[in-house]
C-alpha cells in the first residue's frame, strides 16, 4: 500500500502479514530492542535473591505505590512487534508499534477498546497527530516507501526512509496520503503545527559513509511542511545545521559518551517559540520563532555522566528543561547499585537569561530509587508533565523500571512521589520490555509497554488533584502545549 491506498488492515488478515513483513531492527545507541541474551550466573543467582527478599517484584509481578490503581491493560493486538511511542487527540490513543500503529477508544479509561491496527513496517514507528493527519517515522532501510515494503540493506542505493502521513478523518480506516524522504531517515519526529501547515523536525543519526542516504557529516535536521489542506505535497523543505563545529566530538577517555553526529528527539514549545533538543553528545535550546529556521542559541555537554542524549521535556512555565540519558541504548541494566544514580538518569537545567543570552545551567539529577534486577533493561525514557497548578512533576518511562511519577518543582531535590512497576520478564537472560512512553492526559496515565501492550494508570495525590481540570483535545508531548 503506497500513499493514497486505504492502508488499515482487517485484523483477521494482519497476523498471516506480518509473518511476510517484520519490522526490522535499527542501530544502536538509542532506543534498541534486542534478541534475550545470557547473563551471568552470578547475575541470576543475584536476581533471584532479590525477589526472594522482596527487594523486586517476582517475575511478571505487578507492583505500584498506594497513590497509583491500575485500570487496564490490553495486550498487543496483531500488531507484534515492538511498543513505541504515543500520542493522542479526543478520545483516542494512537500508539506506535514497530509493524505500524493502533488506535484505542479511551473514552472509558479503563475499558479501553481497539478501533483500528495499521500494519505499516518500519521502526521506530513513533507516532504523532495533528487535526485529520497522523504522522509515522520510519527509521529501518526499506524497500519502498509502502506499506508493504520489507527489509533493505541501508547500503542499497534505491532503499526508503523517512516520514509517512496518514489521513484519520475516518479513524476506523486511516489512508496513506504522503511518504516524504529524509536524511538517515526519521528515529523521531516533532510537530511545529500552525492553522495551514504543519512543520516537522526529523531528528535521526549515526551516518555511514557506505550508506548512500545517510553520509557524514550528519550535522543538523530535515524540516519537512506539510500543507493541511493538501498533504499530498508534503515535502523537506531545508536541512539547517545546528553543529557547525560537529558537535560533541567524543572522548577516548569516556568511552560511554556518544559523539554528535544528529539528534535523537526535540521537544518544541510553540507558545514559547523555543525548542530543546536531545542530540546524542549535546543539550540545546533553539529559538523558532520562525519554525522554518530553527536556531541554536545555547549548548551544553555533561561528559562525566550523560552517555547519550535522548529526550527533553520543559517545566510548564518553560523556565526548566529536563534531559534524559538513555545510558546503554535502552537494551542495559543500568538502575543498579553498580551504575549508580548519576547515570542513565535525568537531568534538569534551568534557562537563564534572555533572548540570546539564554542558557542552560544544570541543577541536578533524577533517577528513580529502586534498583531493578540484572535481567531487566532500565534507563531513563520518554515522559510528560502532569499539569499541577504551581508545581513541576512529570510521569516517565523507564523500560522495565516501569512508570515513575516525579517531582521537579525544585531543581536542586526532585523525588519520586509514585511508581507502577513489573517484575522482570525473565530470572535468567535479558529480555528487552517495559514501558516505552508513559504521558498523562486528561485525567489518566497512559503507557505503551514494550511486550505487555497497553497500561491505563490512575494516579491518586493531592498533589496532582488540580491536573485533573486540565482537558487537552490534543496532545503530542513532544509538542509541549501551554497546559494553561
Not at 547473563?39 to 497509583?68: F, L, M, Y
Not at 493522542?88 to 484505542?104: H, I, L, M, R
Not at 489518566?444 to 488533584?465: C, E, P, Q
Amino acid at each position: 500500500m503506497r500513499p493514497g491506498a486505504v492502508a488499515a488492515v482487517v485484523l483477521g488478515l494482519l497476523a498471516a502479514l506480518l509473518t511476510a513483513v517484520p519490522a526490522a531492527a535499527i542501530p544502536d545507541p538509542g532506543d534498541s530492542p534486542r534478541a534475550p541474551r545470557d547473563v551471568t550466573e552470578q547475575d541470576r543467582a543475584q536476581t533471584r535473591e532479590a525477589i526472594r527478599k522482596g527487594d523486586i517484584p517476582g517475575q511478571d509481578e505487578i507492583v505500584h505505590s498506594d497513590n497509583i490503581t491500575h485500570l487496564a491493560n490490553l495486550p498487543k493486538g496483531a500488531l507484534k512487534g515492538t511498543n513505541s511511542d504515543l500520542a493522542f487527540q479526543g478520545k483516542y490513543a494512537f500508539a506506535g508499534n514497530y509493524d505500524g500503529f493502533t488506535v484505542y477508544d479511551i473514552s472509558r479509561p479503563a475499558e479501553p477498546r481497539i478501533v483500528s491496527q495499521v500494519l505499516c513496517p518500519g521502526s521506530q514507528n513513533d507516532v504523532s497527530v495533528s487535526g485529520n493527519l497522523l504522522f509515522l517515522s520510519t527509521d529501518s532501510s526499506r524497500s519502498d516507501d509502502s506499506c508493504a515494503s520489507t527489509t533493505a540493506p541501508a547500503t542499497e542505493k534505491d532503499s526508503w526512509e523517512g516520514m509517512k502521513v496518514f489521513d484519520i478523518s475516518d479513524i476506523r480506516h486511516p489512508r496513506y496520503v504522503a511518504a516524504v524522504e529524509t536524511s538517515c531517515g526519521s528515529h523521531t519526529h516533532t510537530l511545529v503545527p500552525d492553522r495551514k501547515n504543519v512543520y516537522i523536525y526529523v531528528s535521526s543519526y549515526a551516518p555511514d559513509a557506505s550508506f548512500p542516504d545517510c553520509r557524514p557529516p550528519h550535522d543538523g535536521i530535515s524540516i519537512v511542511k506539510v500543507p493541511r489542506s493538501q498533504p499530498g505535497k508534503a515535502a523537506v523543505i531545508d536541512f539547517p545545521v545546528l553543529f557547525p563545529d560537529g558537535g560533541f566530538p567524543g572522548d577516548p577517555d569516556k568511552p560511554r559518551a556518544v559523539e554528535t553526529t544528529g539528534c535523537h528527539d526535540i521537544t518544541s514549545y510553540p507558545r514559547l517559540k523555543l525548542a530543546a533538543g536531545a542530540c546524542m553528545g549535546d543539550g540545546i535550546l533553539l529559538d523558532i520563532r520562525n519554525p522554518a529556521k530553527p536556531r541554536v542559541i545555547d549548548r551544553v555537554e555533561d561528559t562525566e555522566n550523560f552517555a547519550f542524549w535522548h529526550s527533553a521535556t520543559f517545566s510548564q512555565d518553560g523556565a526548566k528543561v529536563v534531559f534524559t540519558d538513555e545510558l546503554g541504548g535502552g537494551g542495559a541494566p543500568t538502575c543498579n547499585a553498580e551504575t549508580g544514580d548519576q547515570k542513565g538518569a535525568d537531568g534538569i537545567y534551568d534557562i537563564k537569561g534572555k533572548g540570546d543570552k539564554r542558557k542552560l545551567v544544570f541543577r541536578s539529577y533524577f533517577k528513580i530509587p529502586r534498583h531493578q534486577a540484572e535481567t531487566e533493561n532500565c534507563v531513563a525514557h520518554n515522559g510528560s508533565l502532569i499539569p499541577a497548578k504551581g508545581r513541576d512533576i512529570m510521569v516517565q518511562a523507564w523500560y522495565q523500571g516501569g512508570v515513575s511519577v516525579w517531582d521537579f518543582t525544585d531543581s536542586d531535590k526532585p523525588r519520586e512521589i509514585a511508581y507502577f512497576e513489573r517484575g522482570p520478564l525473565s530470572t535468567t537472560s535479558l529480555v528487552t520490555g517495559g514501558s516505552w512512553s508513559a504521558y498523562y492526559y486528561n485525567g489518566h496515565i497512559y503507557s505503551n509497554d514494550m511486550a505487555k501492550g497497553f497500561d491505563v494508570l490512575r494516579l491518586d495525590d493531592r498533589r496532582t488533584d488540580s491536573a485533573a481540570k486540565v482537558r487537552m483535545r490534543e496532545l503530542n508531548v513532544q509538542t509541549q502545549p501551554d497546559y494553561r
